[in-house]
């Protein structure tokens, strides 16, 4: 046999090949037995099984049937069709194609759904034919696999049991029906999602197989309160494919976890790092492995170049909007805007972002004053950022930036509408060289801030408590080499260092880490190292 094609049909892709050859009669006839290339819908190639052992493939609808191709030397090629299924022995097509650059092709319409058939070509010189070629065989399956979608937790037309923001579990059933007297070829695979679908086959991201009974049970996050559709699409053997939506109602829940460092809405705070495509990860800061919660495809980013550019801070959300899980603010070093996303579908980032391209500077008052001349009003000097925790008496984020050796803060709920208020906590520009941290608030609402000295690995935590006007004390940042409560954290060892909150449920932040080769390992505290594995 010799490999002539790769190519698809219906969706499904296959391989032509050369099979059967038988030498020629005579002279008369064309010099060399035909090639045959296998069956097509228009340029779509599809082998043919030329033996005994080798499974039929399946053809999907087409609209004049399928072409039969095969590559002749002489000037064209003579095509014979046999049905298997009723076992007849008269052909019920034949037909004669003329060979253009070697190649002879005939299409065969009016054949069954659900039936087998062989078929072969002989070559054709001055009006005399080669002996066939050995017979090769296909199956057509013209009719739609099917699928049904119920769900215990969000049922159609019924009550829900769960609430918007919550996993529900969905059951995907799928069938793809035989015709009378015939075969079906069976379902090969099933989309689904919450999303419009678009074109995909098999082959597509999120294609599944379903079980030996053509089910597929999924527990899916629904991501909006109200009217929700699941889409569904089942393709089988042939290329067919069907469609479903299931539609169903998703309550929004009275009461809300409201956990500071929370993304997705389960009321456990988040760690977010990229993956090693560039997705986002969201995983539990209680988590005991490293398989994520969730992930953002690396598409998702600001420019779309993956998320590893970006630094990416959460602590907070603005209360004018549902649920109560933290907004995204999402700065690449350098660039002159932030990308806000408020968080209305638990970290899907299913919306659009909003943005702050300029910026006021304030004093401890919130008065407007002045900027130093030194100030870049946009957000291209921003070298570091991190979500501070609220210093007002909501749930609002603020955050703290390192620039030209200085910490500024930025809080308010105008960072929803692209401009914000920013405040300089220190003067002296010693901060350069140290990594930021942030561990959120404890159970008063005191802040703090931790930091990494770059050069020596150590790890200062400074206190920033809430006085009794509500205000916040931020003299222990004036000088960073004070307040060491660790050593040994080095880039070497902790390329990166972060806090997501209270990860062990002692009432107290700690810190987590990722080594070298990719490692998450989370603290307690800043002690008591934990190896969670590699990260994805």
């Known amino acids: 046999m010799t490999l002539r094609h790769a190519r698809r049909l219906g969706g499904v892709t296959v391989a032509a090949i050369a099979a059967g050859l038988l030498t020629a009669p005579g002279a008369a006839a064309s010099d060399t037995a035909p090639v045959v290339l296998g069956t097509s819908q228009g340029t779509d190639y599809r082998a043919d099984a030329c033996d005994s052992t080798t499974d039929p493939r399946w053809i999907g609808r087409t609209t004049n049937g399928p072409t039969l191709n095969a590559e002749v030397t002489g000037t064209g090629a003579r095509f014979g069709v046999r049905d298997e299924t009723t076992g007849a022995p008269d052909p019920v097509f034949t037909g004669e194609a ?43 399956d013209t009719t739609s696999p099917t699928a049904t979608v119920t769900s215990p937790d969000f049922p159609a037309g019924g009550t829900a049991t769960k609430y918007a923001g919550q996993k529900g579990t969905f059951v995907l059933r799928t069938a793809d029906p035989a015709p009378a007297g015939g075969q079906a070829s069976g379902v090969a695979c099933v989309r689904y999602g919450f999303d419009y679908l678009g074109v995909g086959d098999c082959s597509s991201p ?23 559709s699941l889409n569904v699409q089942v393709t089988d053997k042939a290329g067919n494919v069907g469609a479903a939506s299931y539609t169903f ?29 560039g997705n986002l990860q969201y995983l539990s800061v209680n988590a005991s492995g490293t398989t994520p919660n969730a992930k953002i495809s690396a598409n998702v980013s600001p420019s779309r170049e993956g998320w590893a550019a970006y630094q990416v801070a959460h602590r907070g959300w ?8 933290d907004d995204l603010f999402i700065h690449k070093p350098g660039a002159a805007y932030l990308s806000i996303y408020q968080n209305f579908d638990y970290g899907a980032m299913t919306r659009g972002m909003t943005g702050s391209g300029s910026r006021e500077c304030v004093d401890a008052a919130w008065n407007t004053v002045p900027c ?19 210093v007002d008496d909501d749930t609002s984020p603020s955050l703290l930036t390192l620039e030209g050796g200085n910490l500024w803060l930025h809080t308010g709920n105008a960072f929803a509408f692209g401009y914000d208020q920013v405040r300089k906590l220190t ?8 990594d930021l941290i942030a561990p959120g608030p404890d159970a008063a609402g005191n802040l703090a801030l931790w930091a990494r000295d770059r050069a020596t690995g150590d790890l200062h935590a400074y206190p920033v408590p809430k006085k009794a006007d509500g205000t ?30 209270d990860g062990d449920g002692d009432g107290q932040p700690d810190l987590w880490a990722v080594t070298a080769d990719r490692h998450l390992v989370t603290f307690s505290g800043w002690s008591a190292p934990k190896d969670l594995g590699a990260l994805r």
């Open 427 to 434: 003067s002296t520009g010693d901060w350069n060289g140290y």
């Open 98 to 140: 003329q060979a253009y650059g070697q190649q002879a092709k005939v299409a065969v319409p009016g054949l069954l759904d659900g039936h087998a058939y062989a078929w072969h070509a002989s070559a054709v010189q001055d009006q005399q034919a080669s002996a066939p070629s050995a017979d090769c065989h296909f199956r057509v």
């Open 372 to 390: 130093p001349a030194d100030f870049a009003a946009d957000w291209s000097k921003a070298e570091q950022m991190i979500a501070f925790g609220p």
């Open 249 to 277: 109602y998703a309550p929004s829940n009275p009461n809300p976890p409201k956990t500071l460092g929370d993304v997705d809405g389960d009321g456990v705070a988040d760690i977010l790092l990229p993956d090693a495509q």
């Open 318 to 325: 603005d209360e004018n909007h549902a649920p109560s899980s």
């Open 206 to 228: 999120g294609a599944v197989k379903p079980d030996a009974d053509g089910t597929v049970t999924v527990d899916l996050k629904v991501l909006n309160w109200g009217t929700n």
């Open 472 to 501: 916040f004390d931020f003299s222990a940042l004036a000088d960073p080499k004070a307040d060491v409560v660790a050593t040994g954290f080095t880039t070497d060892a902790y390329p990166t260092l972060g806090s997501s909150g």
